[in-house]
């Protein structure tokens, strides 16, 4: 049974730096892809960063603003977010969840889940001061 399980949120104050760790479980293959979504209050979910199963790919929405940085330690089976220069608009619920891919449109990039995906239960990230 697939499993991904997030943690790392917490309070932070604007301008502050959080990581963020996935911890996922119960894959039939080998690697998937892994990545990162967000729910803020009264918005739907979005996604932030994805990453390939072999960590030789990295894409991100451009909402994350250079500020968020993916990684995975495939021997940990687990994915992170380091996030940086936090802002209060970050708050959320943020969610991980496998087959990740990258979709542009109009020039812009955004991070999908394909259909086959799991969902994480999340971790709340609040930046205030």
């Known amino acids: 049974q697939v499993q991904l399980v997030e943690s790392g949120g917490d309070l932070v104050q604007p301008g502050g730096s959080l990581k963020l760790s996935c911890q996922a479980t119960?894959?039939?293959?080998?690697?998937?892809?892994i990545g990162w979504f967000r729910q803020a209050p009264g918005k739907e979910r979005e996604g932030v960063s994805c990453?390939?199963?072999?960590?030789?790919?990295?894409y991100y929405a451009d909402s994350a603003e250079d500020r968020f940085a993916i990684s995975r330690d495939n021997v940990k089976k687990t994915i992170y977010l380091q996030m940086s220069n936090l802002k209060t608009e970050d708050t959320a619920v943020y969610y991980c969840a496998s087959d990740c891919f990258l979709e542009r449109r109009s020039g812009i990039s955004y991070i999908r889940k394909s259909d086959f995906g799991s969902w994480g239960q999340g971790t709340q990230v609040t930046v205030s001061s």
């Open positions: 119960g894959f039939t293959r080998d690697y998937y892809s």
């Open positions: 990453i390939s199963g072999d960590g030789t790919s990295t």
